[in-house]
């Protein structure tokens, strides 16, 4: 249907979003400490609180913990899993390029 389509589209234009977020942030992380004596007077900002949330969960010793942060999905043994409005979106993306 056209809203399982829509959907589908959306949950993959999140998961690129925050593929590139987080590939921008690491790119500039290395900028700033490869630039720390030219930048040193210059305050850095706050951190970002999405990746906050990351580190948080990667401290957390409680075995009920869930991982709410942004990545892939993963079953029990680790292996990624593709939601299948994701497949189903890359099908309709393959069949119609205009729809990309």
Avoid: H, W
């Avoid at 990351?54 to 991982?67: A, G, S, T």
Wanted: aromatic residues 6%; glycine residues 4%.
């Amino acid at each position: 249907t056209n809203l399982s389509m829509f959907l589908s589209i959306i949950v993959l234009l999140f998961v690129l979003f925050a593929i590139v977020t987080l590939s921008i942030s690491k790119v500039a992380s290395s900028l700033i400490v490869k630039t720390r004596s030219f930048l040193a007077d210059i305050p850095i900002g706050t951190p970002d609180a999405i990746l906050q949330i990351v580190e948080k969960f990667k401290r957390c010793k409680d075995p009920r913990k869930v991982n709410i942060c942004i990545g892939a999905y993963r079953d029990e043994i680790g292996s990624p899993v593709i939601l299948s409005s994701v497949t189903e979106a890359e099908k309709m993306m393959m069949k119609d390029p205009s729809r990309n």
